[in-house]
């Protein structure tokens, strides 16, 4: 019988569907995914054997038996394949070597101190040629990778600007794809971080929320009924140059009082080394000084808690969402800045609005873009599970 193009296209659906549910429901038997999904057995047995031969699902012993002969149960085969996640920030990139769940085998931080794309480009290319190679084996190898860079990034992964890294127009997925194939994903840092807390982290039960990336800048990748919202042009989530101050202080993009020069990491800096005249703390230091009851220190990040509590209270007015998650460096002054900072949502949100909306810190910490980032080529990898991997080899 000859198959029609049709046909095949509904098999490969429902064979995504099939291994989307032992993905998420494991472990479980043949029978349950027919009544879960409402195909019927001979049709869910065919594509569960094919799952079997590829790999990507295996058998474990039998379940409970509803009277008869006990079932057998699957398993999704987390270890058929690994991924790459890479984090760019200003100071450092973050890489981890995942498996198919996203967790975590192998990670590497490698300070920067040049972040022109030729020297990032040269890290990325060494450093992950070194993860791969700590790989487990496996049937299908690397699948591809994801990396979170802190700019705006186009439909066509290209890096249209970056700010903090001095970047305009640079295209990674070129210099990297003649290496480790074309499963390569580049996404804004908060897109990824909000993919990674939505899919690994706090947001996991939350259709609606917003991810915070707070470091130099402030930026936001934002999950409207369990995808992120990315705009017409990709760019959407640009709320640190949201104005908060009419006449406040002179942002990096031309404008006057955004979020950013008031409640980010760098403005607690530059605050801070006008305060301390003799030293530039850095954050880490600023907050042993204040859980040592340094005055100042304590009086800083709540000043800073405020000035976060004003955006977080526009964002919840206009976007009514279930979650907030602040995430990246700042993250770690969590507990001594959330006081001043719910305080001020509290007073400065509508109460209609903020009812059912929960803040709280990335359950991730600073690993959500980079576990974010390396879920892209995965879901990727997954949507089509007959797929051939390329890159496999070459690393
Ligand atoms: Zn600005």
Redesign the pocket.
């Known amino acids: 019988m000859k198959i029609t193009g049709d046909q095949q296209l509904i098999k490969k659906m429902n064979k995504r569907i099939v291994l989307d549910t032992i993905r998420k429901q494991q472990p479980l038997s043949r029978a349950d995914i027919s009544s879960a999904i409402g195909l019927n057995k001979a049709t869910v047995s065919s594509l569960v054997s094919e799952l079997i031969e590829s790999q990507l699902v295996t058998e474990i012993g039998p379940g409970e038996s509803s009277g008869g002969r006990k079932p057998t149960l699957l398993l999704f085969n987390r270890s058929a394949g690994h991924a790459i996640g890479v984090d760019i920030r200003v100071n450092d990139l973050l890489m981890i070597l995942v498996d198919l769940e996203g967790n975590v085998i192998q990670e590497k931080t490698v300070p920067l101190t040049d972040c022109s794309p030729e020297n990032v480009l040269n890290q990325m290319r060494k450093h992950i040629t070194l993860l791969g190679k700590k790989a487990p084996a496996s049937p299908y190898g690397i699948v591809g990778m994801g990396i979170g860079v802190p700019g705006l990034v186009d439909e066509e992964n290209k890096v249209v600007s970056s700010p903090n890294l001095g970047w305009n127009n640079i295209s990674l997925y070129d210099s990297l794809s003649t290496l480790f194939g074309d499963n390569i994903h580049i996404d804004n840092e908060a897109n990824a971080g909000a993919i990674g807390e939505k899919l690994f982290g706090a947001g996991q039960d939350s259709a609606n929320l917003i991810y915070l990336s707070i470091g130099v800048g402030i930026g936001s990748g934002i999950i409207v009924k369990g995808e992120l919202y990315r705009g017409t042009s990709n760019f959407s989530g640009e709320v640190?140059?949201m104005t908060i101050a009419e006449d406040g202080p002179l942002?990096?993009?031309g404008?006057r009082g955004?979020w950013?020069?008031l409640a980010s990491e760098k403005a607690l800096l530059d605050r801070a080394a006008v305060l301390w005249e003799d030293s530039r703390p850095n954050l880490e230091e600023i907050i042993i000084q204040a859980k040592t009851g340094h005055e100042t220190a304590i009086a800083l990040l709540e000043e800073l808690g405020s000035h976060l509590g004003v955006g977080l209270a526009n964002l919840i007015n206009i976007l009514n969402p279930e979650l907030i998650v602040i995430g990246s460096r700042l993250s770690l002054a969590g507990d001594m800045l959330q006081d001043a900072m719910l305080r001020t949502v509290e007073s400065r949100s509508l109460s209609y609005h903020r009812k059912k909306t929960n803040v709280t810190f990335a359950a991730l910490g600073i690993r959500s873009t980079a576990l974010g980032a390396a879920s892209m080529p995965i879901t990727s990898f997954l949507a089509d599970p007959d797929v051939t991997v390329a890159s496999s080899s070459s690393l």
């Open positions: 640190g140059h942002c990096r993009c404008n955004c950013e020069t």
